[in-house]
């Protein structure tokens, strides 16, 4: 991002002494966001969702006298649609450039009550802030931005849609390789969970999904920022996206007014962290399914190592060279079933990477293959856990606690659907000894 001297909104920017002279003081809008960048993976899709509301727009109005900015809540139906004809109509340049996670605008607008007209600054802090986490002029692949405003409230009150328009525009000037994708559609009141529940499963998902196919065989990554926003809206999102295994970005002051010294803090909690089931040692647990799962997969890896280990680049067996060619990194999973007596039974896969163009098939999978290839009629009400192990490569090195793709996470989330005693199992090594269950 350019410097200050070099940024071509900077002409646009009030100077201290404009400021002070036009009743505005407007200083440098946060500092650098305080949580390192955001790691960007390579081959993998990034995609922000982030729900706009009141507090991603405040409006900064001076006074007569020079004097320190008053920081106002905005009010959405009059202001942000006043500040986007101020941005639109009078051809002012917000800072949508500035390396800050804070972008503001200035100029001069009618007042909502009479034809009188009077300072008005901005500050668009929110999103500029979550963005700000990825490494110096980059970005996440996708924004998909959600907002409360319902399609067929009268558009110049919808002021949601206004500031959705001004953050579309940041977003376009300052990562022009990132697409914006700005979901409408939302019936009735967003105070209403039953409005907004079908917004969110017929508008919303959709769209990922359609960002998810589209990223295979690539890995597909969503970060989700409800930082502001109804109740419903929050929850629905933070509901309909861990099939999606979302991270979260919190900012612990998003509904306080922005700071013009001090940087916006902005926490980012993974999905593995926030649905981080409790290890525990397998000698203490008295499940008989994980009992089961950890037997079973103690004496599968056993053999499984065996057969690994004869298998390298001089010897005579395609499990290396073809079978696994692609990572190298053995996975093992067993599926425990129950029949109509009660009893308990486990049925084994393993992971196939041949590196061809019809994919992969993971180990989860191969285990719910081999199951039903053997009882036809198996139903997934008798499936009762899914036990995963990742196996040390030709280096040793290994993934405690593997759990499953998105793929294999949707196939399985199928089954629980109609079986809420189903599980994953995770285990931390070939041993068998350590394990975390997590539920679905």
């Given at each position: 991002?350019?410097?200050?001297?070099?940024?071509?909104?900077?002409?646009?920017?009030?100077?201290?002494?404009?400021?002070?002279?036009?009743?505005?003081?407007?200083?440098?809008?946060?500092?650098?966001?305080?949580?390192?960048?955001?790691?960007?993976?390579?081959?993998?899709?990034?995609?922000?969702?982030?729900?706009?509301g009141h507090h991603?727009?405040?409006?900064?109005?001076?006074?007569?006298?020079?004097?320190?900015?008053?920081?106002?809540?905005?009010?959405?139906?009059?202001?942000?649609?006043?500040?986007?004809?101020?941005?639109?109509?009078?051809?002012?340049?917000?800072?949508?450039?500035?390396?800050?996670?804070?972008?503001?605008?200035?100029?001069?607008?009618?007042?909502?009550?009479?034809?009188?007209?009077?300072?008005?600054?901005?500050?668009?802090?929110?999103?500029?802030?979550?963005?700000?986490?990825?490494?110096?002029?980059?970005?996440?692949?996708?924004?998909?931005?959600t907002y409360s405003?319902?399609?067929?409230?009268?558009?110049?009150?919808?002021?949601?849609?206004?500031?959705?328009?001004?953050?579309?525009?940041?977003?376009?000037?300052?990562?022009?390789?990132?697409?914006?994708?700005?979901?409408?559609?939302?019936?009735?009141?967003?105070?209403?969970?039953?409005?907004?529940?079908?917004?969110?499963?017929?508008?919303?998902?959709?769209?990922?999904?359609?960002?998810?196919?589209?990223?295979?065989?690539?890995?597909?990554?969503?970060?989700?920022?409800?930082?502001?926003?109804?109740?419903?809206?929050?929850?629905?999102?933070?509901?309909?996206?861990?099939?999606?295994?979302?991270?979260?970005?919190?900012?612990?002051?998003?509904?306080?007014?922005?700071?013009?010294?001090?940087?916006?803090?902005?926490?980012?909690?993974?999905?593995?962290?926030?649905?981080?089931?409790?290890?525990?040692?397998?000698?203490?647990?008295?499940?008989?399914?994980?009992?089961?799962?950890?037997?079973?997969?103690?004496?599968?890896?056993?053999?499984?190592?065996?057969?690994?280990?004869?298998?390298?680049?001089?010897?005579?067996?395609?499990?290396?060279?073809?079978?696994?060619?692609?990572?190298?990194?053995?996975?093992?999973?067993?599926?425990?079933?129950?029949?109509?007596?009660?009893?308990?039974?486990?049925?084994?896969?393993?992971?196939?990477?041949?590196?061809?163009?019809?994919?992969s098939l993971c180990?989860?999978?191969?285990?719910?293959?081999?199951?039903?290839?053997?009882?036809?009629?198996?139903?997934?009400?008798?499936?009762?856990?899914?036990?995963?192990?990742?196996?040390?490569?030709?280096?040793?090195?290994?993934?405690?606690?593997?759990?499953?793709?998105?793929?294999?996470?949707?196939?399985?989330?199928?089954?629980?659907?109609?079986?809420?005693?189903?599980?994953?199992?995770?285990?931390?090594?070939?041993?068998?000894?350590?394990?975390?269950?997590?539920?679905?």
């Amino acid at each position: 991002m350019p410097n200050h001297n070099d940024d071509p909104a900077a002409n646009h920017r009030p100077s201290p002494e404009r400021a002070a002279a036009s009743g505005l003081q407007v200083q440098t809008v946060m500092g650098a966001a305080e949580q390192p960048a955001v790691a960007k993976k390579a081959g993998t899709v990034q995609v922000l969702v982030h729900n706009i509301g009141h507090h991603d727009l405040w409006l900064l109005r001076g006074s007569p006298k020079p004097m320190p900015v008053e920081i106002l809540f905005s009010r959405m139906q009059e202001d942000s649609a006043r500040v986007l004809r101020l941005v639109e109509e009078r051809g002012l340049q917000p800072d949508l450039t500035a390396a800050i996670p804070g972008v503001y605008g200035y100029g001069r607008a009618q007042r909502a009550s009479s034809s009188a007209e009077e300072d008005v600054g901005f500050v668009l802090s929110l999103l500029p802030a979550a963005l700000a986490t990825w490494p110096e002029s980059s970005g996440p692949d996708h924004v998909v931005m959600t907002y409360s405003c319902p399609q067929a409230r009268d558009e110049a009150k919808a002021g949601t849609r206004e500031v959705a328009l001004l953050l579309r525009r940041y977003v376009n000037s300052r990562l022009p390789a990132t697409t914006v994708h700005l979901i409408e559609g939302l019936a009735s009141s967003p105070f209403q969970l039953d409005a907004v529940t079908p917004y969110i499963r017929d508008r919303v998902v959709p769209c990922l999904e359609r960002l998810q196919r589209a990223a295979m065989p690539g890995g597909f990554e969503v970060i989700l920022s409800a930082n502001t926003g109804t109740p419903p809206m929050v929850q629905g999102l933070a509901s309909a996206l861990a099939r999606f295994r979302a991270t979260a970005m919190y900012i612990p002051s998003a509904k306080a007014p922005p700071s013009l010294r001090t940087p916006l803090k902005v926490e980012h909690q993974s999905w593995a962290s926030l649905t981080q089931a409790p290890v525990t040692d397998v000698a203490q647990v008295t499940d008989p399914v994980v009992q089961l799962c950890a037997n079973e997969l103690r004496a599968y890896a056993q053999a499984y190592a065996a057969a690994f280990a004869q298998s390298g680049p001089d010897a005579d067996s395609d499990l290396q060279a073809f079978w696994l060619r692609k990572s190298l990194k053995p996975v093992l999973a067993v599926l425990v079933v129950r029949d109509e007596a009660g009893a308990l039974a486990a049925f084994r896969g393993c992971n196939l990477e041949p590196s061809m163009p019809t994919g992969s098939l993971c180990a989860e999978r191969s285990a719910i293959a081999q199951a039903l290839a053997t009882r036809p009629s198996l139903k997934r009400s008798q499936i009762l856990a899914a036990g995963v192990l990742g196996m040390p490569n030709p280096k040793g090195d290994a993934t405690p606690f593997l759990e499953p793709c998105g793929v294999c996470h949707e196939w399985l989330s199928k089954i629980a659907e109609v079986n809420n005693e189903f599980r994953v199992v995770l285990f931390q090594d070939r041993r068998c000894e350590r394990v975390s269950v997590r539920w679905l």
